[in-house]
């Protein structure tokens, strides 16, 4: 097996986001000086430039709803690829935009419509397809950190210092509140709804059951854990924390008591992603070097390329048939598996 590049393009600054389009046809990179360009997926052909968010633009997400941004100005816009303009934009108050996320498109139905969960310092809202306002939650007791919707698009997971509140999002009540005595950097759902993971500052990762509450704690990594993510069946967990990848198996009773299977790097670990509906794990370190592994095998490593420089951000397009490699040169690599 082997990284091929496909394609490459240069931004004028650190690659802070990447983001596929449902179909893999399109793919976004926002920089972290503002511009966000759309690239043809296959081809690298630019498809759409947007001068991005005043002071830096924070993060993309996309979903069949539409690709939107969100940035240290407070804004969240809406994006229109096919006419390269903007559609409408949504503001908050002197807040940064940090976390946007859209309720998982297989969730979606006449009962539970398209939303897109936007978080910006210690303010929550729930936003329509149209950038109008769905919900808006009481303030959260610290800056929200992290958000995670479930599998089934009915709870979201919101993460600030001191714990975590698993919002109902169709009945806009608190579900449960979890108390986690430190700040958490990341969270993410088994594909089964059954785990919720969150990285953590301390440094450490901590799984819920949210059903019955049931929790775990595995530390002693090297240092903060910054990347946590599930396969698509739900055993494997991947996470960063150090010079090593670490996955978990999440089977049966969960993770307590087992070894988890050790990817080493040569530098420190700062991008994971497991394909979406296969086995594969992209992993990127800080000295640039790209990873394929098949953590369920005796011998997982399956693929290597060296980048010039820091990896940033990692994305696979949505059939799993492209890699996307985000550098802090604020160079985009766009990698097929062969």
Same mark, same amino acid.
């Given at each position: 097996?082997?990284?091929?590049?496909?394609?490459? @393009?240069?931004?004028?600054?650190? !690659?802070?986001? $990447? #983001? +596929?389009? /449902?179909?893999?046809?399109?793919? *976004?990179?926002?920089? &972290?000086?503002?511009?966000?360009?759309?690239?043809?997926?296959?081809?690298?052909?630019?498809?759409?430039?947007?001068?991005?968010?005043?002071?830096?633009?924070?993060?993309?997400?996309?979903?069949?709803?539409?690709?939107?941004?969100?940035?240290?100005?407070?804004?969240?816009?809406?994006?229109?690829?096919?006419?390269?303009?903007?559609?409408?934009?949504? @503001?908050?108050?002197?807040?940064? !935009?940090?976390? $946007? #996320? +859209?309720? /998982?498109?297989?969730?979606?139905? *006449?009962?539970?419509? &398209?939303?897109?969960?936007?978080?910006?310092?210690?303010?929550?809202?729930?936003?329509?397809?149209?950038?109008?306002?769905?919900?808006?939650?009481?303030?959260?007791?610290?800056?929200?950190?992290?958000?995670?919707?479930?599998?089934?698009?009915?709870?979201?997971?919101?993460?600030?210092?001191?714990?975590?509140?698993?919002?109902?999002?169709?009945?806009?009540?608190?579900?449960?509140?979890?108390?986690?005595?430190?700040?958490?950097?990341?969270?993410?759902?088994?594909?089964?709804?059954?785990?919720?993971?969150?990285?953590?500052?301390?440094?450490?990762?901590?799984?819920?059951?949210?059903?019955?509450?049931?929790?775990?704690?595995?530390?002693?990594?090297?240092?903060?854990?910054?990347?946590?993510?599930?396969?698509?069946?739900?055993?494997?967990?991947?996470?960063?924390?150090?010079?090593?990848?670490?996955?978990?198996?999440?089977?049966?009773?969960?993770?307590?008591?087992?070894?988890?299977?050790?990817?080493?790097?040569?530098?420190?670990?700062?991008?994971?992603?497991?394909?979406?509906?296969?086995?594969?794990?992209?992993?990127?370190?800080?000295?640039?070097?790209?990873?394929?592994?098949?953590?369920?095998?005796?011998?997982?490593?399956?693929?290597?390329?060296?980048?010039?420089?820091?990896?940033?951000?990692?994305?696979?397009?949505?059939?799993?048939?492209?890699?996307?490699?985000?550098?802090?040169?604020?160079?985009?690599?766009?990698?097929?598996?062969?």
């Amino acid at each position: 097996m082997e990284l091929v590049k496909q394609w490459a @393009a240069s931004l004028d600054d650190y !690659v802070i986001d $990447l #983001a +596929w389009s /449902p179909a893999g046809d399109y793919l *976004a990179v926002a920089s &972290a000086a503002g511009p966000i360009v759309v690239f043809g997926g296959r081809d690298g052909s630019n498809r759409a430039s947007f001068e991005g968010h005043e002071d830096g633009t924070n993060v993309l997400a996309w979903s069949a709803s539409g690709l939107v941004s969100g940035g240290q100005d407070g804004r969240i816009v809406w994006r229109d690829v096919v006419a390269n303009q903007d559609s409408h934009t949504f @503001a908050f108050e002197r807040a940064w !935009v940090e976390h $946007l #996320a +859209w309720r /998982p498109q297989k969730s979606v139905s *006449a009962e539970r419509p &398209a939303l897109l969960a936007a978080a910006a310092g210690r303010n929550l809202r729930l936003l329509r397809p149209d950038g109008s306002v769905h919900h808006t939650f009481p303030i959260a007791p610290k800056s929200i950190s992290a958000l995670a919707w479930s599998p089934s698009g009915r709870l979201l997971a919101v993460a600030y210092f001191g714990g975590v509140c698993l919002w109902d999002a169709d009945s806009l009540t608190a579900f449960k509140e979890f108390a986690y005595s430190n700040s958490i950097h990341k969270l993410a759902w088994s594909c089964d709804g059954k785990w919720l993971v969150s990285g953590n500052h301390d440094p450490s990762v901590h799984l819920w059951i949210p059903e019955s509450g049931f929790e775990f704690h595995m530390s002693g990594y090297e240092g903060k854990v910054q990347e946590v993510c599930f396969d698509h069946t739900g055993r494997w967990l991947a996470t960063s924390g150090g010079s090593e990848g670490c996955v978990w198996d999440c089977q049966g009773n969960g993770p307590e008591g087992r070894e988890p299977a050790m990817l080493p790097h040569e530098a420190r670990l700062c991008a994971v992603a497991f394909q979406n509906g296969h086995g594969l794990l992209a992993t990127g370190s800080e000295d640039g070097m790209v990873r394929l592994w098949s953590p369920e095998r005796s011998s997982p490593l399956r693929a290597t390329i060296k980048l010039p420089s820091k990896v940033s951000r990692i994305a696979w397009s949505g059939d799993d048939t492209l890699l996307a490699v985000g550098a802090a040169s604020g160079v985009t690599y766009v990698f097929g598996v062969k």
